[in-house]
């Protein structure tokens, strides 16, 4: 149900290093559905002729990034593709100078807490405090969801201007995850709206049946959005009501609290793919 990440902009550009992005489709194909693969199912999955993903499975495998089973002859990601991930939690302003804020946050409502970034026309969640209760949905680290259907999209939303929001969900696939999913675009650009007046996003059940979150921007300097504070809890001890009742005035302190920090001011802006510039 995730997203996949799209391909990145300036492909005909001639700094493109062509060899480069196939080598680095070949880390992306794996995925829960695929955990394992061999050459033929590698060559499938990216695109490419299996001589082409021979070359780059072997050299990713020689460098540690890949594993093979030796009778299969199938390979997997092995623990030191996680650096790649790791690199960029360790480095990110708005993952460091959000953790403290968003920890808090977790302690006082005592449900999930996270924060995720706006990476084209998705929201990819980067930090995660679990909560001890009831929990049913596991939104890991690196978790990507559609902006569109997503409480923090939405909030991320309510920060541009209507050109990109109206071109941000013309380019979504608006696909209907669940009953509940909101698809048509009148409505979504209400749910917009509902976050530029009260200054929280929201969604129910829209993705993950159940599953209630509530979501404020966090902006930098000027306006620009950088990410969102999520709550996240489940309809079986909350109500949709309730839940923005209680958890909208939260996550709009924190994530003004974020925007407020010192840190926060040297987030880079996202790319913004409907829009094809940097926000």
């Known amino acids: ?25 070949v880390l992306a194909a794996f995925d829960e559905q695929h955990p394992a693969m061999t050459l033929p199912e590698l060559a499938s999955a990216c695109g490419l002729t299996k001589s082409a993903v021979q070359r780059f499975a072997h050299t990713l495998w020689t460098m540690g990034y890949l594993r093979k089973d030796p009778k299969s002859k199938r390979f997997s990601l092995s623990p030191l593709s996680l650096q790649l991930g790791m690199r960029y939690l360790q480095t990110s302003p708005f993952v460091l100078g ?26 990819v969640y980067v930090a995660r405090f679990a909560t001890h ?50 698809t048509t675009l009148d409505k979504l ?8 007046k009260h200054g929280f996003g929201r969604s129910n059940g829209e993705i993950y049946p159940g599953d209630i979150t509530i979501s404020a921007p966090v902006v930098a300097p000027g306006g620009t959005p ?7 809890v489940p309809s079986s001890r909350w ?34 793919q409907a829009a094809g510039t940097a926000v």
Do not use: W
């Not at 650009?189 to 530029?196: G, L, N």
């Not at 950088?226 to 996240?232: D, E, F």
């Open 133 to 182: 209760k009831e929990m049913f949905v596991n939104m890991a680290v690196g978790t990507r969801l559609p902006m569109y259907c997503s409480a923090g999209g939405r909030a991320v939303m309510s920060r541009l201007d209507d050109r990109r929001v109206k071109e941000i969900l013309r380019q979504s696939s608006r696909t209907a995850y669940t009953g509940n999913t909101i």
């Open 98 to 123: 959000g953790h403290a804020f968003l920890h808090t946050l977790n302690r006082t409502s005592q449900e999930t807490c996270s924060l995720a970034e706006p990476d084209g026309i998705d929201m």
């Open 239 to 272: 109500s949709f009501e309730e839940a923005q009742s209680v958890f909208g005035p939260q996550v709009v302190e924190t994530a003004q609290a974020i925007s407020a920090s010192r840190t926060i001011h040297t987030t880079p802006p996202y790319y913004d």
């Open 1 to 25: 149900m995730p997203s996949t990440p799209s391909q990145p902009p300036g492909d005909d550009s001639r700094l493109f290093v062509a060899a480069l992005a196939r080598g680095v489709s």
């Open 189 to 196: 650009t209400q749910e917009v709206e509902f976050a530029r």
């Open 226 to 232: 950088v990410g969102s504070v999520n709550v996240s």
